[in-house]
């Protein structure tokens, strides 16, 4: 397959993923849409690897350390969510406060 629907596809998810990082209140779905910014990226990192060079796998190596990070954050992340909710019983980014004075 040629790169333009790998970029199209990538740009897609990533467009996916602001639109959710923006306009969603849970956070659960916005850990969902960070994810999706993720994988977008990984999508770009194995399409211009496989584009440029395909016998090295520098992408693919980016994109399993890409994939590491985001478990540890989706981890902690709805670990902190899981803590809140039980604390508030509500996962509304718009009731949390706990951060302001």
Known sequence: MQLQYF???A???FC???YGLVTSRNAVRVLMSIELLFNAVNLNLL???NYLDSTDIRGQIFAV???TVAAA???VGLAIILSIYR???TVDMEQFNLLKW
Request: aromatic content about 10%; glycine content about 4%; overall charge negative.
């Open 7 to 9: 970029l199209l596809l």
């Open 11 to 13: 740009s897609a998810l």
């Open 16 to 18: 996916i993923g602001i």
């Open 47 to 49: 399409s211009f690897s």
């Open 65 to 67: 350390f890409v994939i």
């Open 73 to 75: 954050e989706a981890a």
């Open 87 to 89: 604390n508030r019983e």
